[in-house]
C-alpha cells in the first residue's frame, strides 16, 4: 500500500505531501504518519521550516468519513499531534506553510488553520462542514477561525457550512498569497526560502513571542516580553548572530548566521 504522507527536506525545507486518494481525508493512521512528519520537522535542527500540501483537487477533505461507517469514533484519539498531527501540537516551535491546492473541507481546513501562513491556488476553497454533519468543527476551527476572522463571518462559516474561494479568503486576510495552481508549490518554497535566509533564532524568537502572546493587550504583551520567561528570545538576545547581524549590514555582505 503507498504511503499517505510523503516527506521531502531539502534546503532547510521539509514539505509533507498528504496522498491519499481520492480525497486525501485523515483517518487515526494518517494522523500518527502526520504527526511523526511535524516532528521530524520539530526534532531536526537542519529543517527550518514545513510546508504542509495535498495532492490531486483535495487539500483534505478532512476527517475520514468511511473510517466511522468503519467503526472510528468520533472522538478517536488522534495521537500526541491531535487530528491531522497539527491542530494540537503546540510546541512545534517552527513555521508552517500550508500551499492548499483545492479543496479544504472540515478538518482539511482546520489542518490549513493550523498552520501559520497559508499559500492558496485559485481553484481552493474553504468550508467547515461539520454542521451539516451534525458535528462541531472541534479539530480548532471553532477556536481558530474567530481569531483569524471578523466574528461575524468566522460564525457565518461556522454555523452554515458555506464555502469560500482563495480570492475571498485573502480579502479577509485569512490566506497570504492566492496563485495559479501550477504556481502554488514554487510560491510556497519560494515563501519558505525567504524564512530560511532569516536568522533561525530570530524566527524561533518571533514564533515564541507571538505564541505566548497571542491575544493579549499590548501592555500585558510586554510584560510577557521583558519578564525573561522566553527562552528563545533569550536566547536571540545572547546570541552570535545579533551580534553578526548588524556587523554583516556594515561590511555589506550576507550575514553568515551560526544559529549560536
Known sequence: MAEAVICNAEGGVLTITLDRPKANAINVA?????YAAFKQLRDDPALRVGIITGTGRFFSAGWDLAGATEGEAIDADHGPGGFAGLTELFDL??????????????????????????????????ALTEVKLGMVADSGGVLRLPQRLPRAIALELLLT???MGAHEAARWGLVNQVVAPDALMAAASALAQ????????????VMEIAKATAGMPI????????????????AMLRSEDAAEGPRAFAEKRPPRWTGR
Not at 494518517?30 to 502526520?34: F, G, Q
Not at 492548499?100 to 474553504?126: K, P
Not at 525567504?194 to 524568537?205: E, H, N, R, S, Y
Open 30 to 34: 494518517t494522523s500518527l504518519a502526520l
Open 93 to 126: 516551535g517552527k513555521p508552517v506553510i500550508a500551499a492548499v491546492n483545492g479543496l479544504a473541507m472540515g478538518g482539511g481546513f482546520e489542518l490549513a488553520l493550523a498552520a501559520d501562513l497559508i499559500v492558496a491556488s485559485e481553484s481552493a476553497e474553504f
Open 161 to 163: 457550512g458555506r464555502r
Open 194 to 205: 525567504q524564512i530560511v535566509q532569516a536568522a533561525p533564532l530570530a524566527v524561533a524568537a
Open 219 to 234: 501592555a500585558q504583551a510586554y510584560q510577557v516580553l521583558r519578564g525573561g520567561g522566553l527562552p528563545a528570545y533569550q
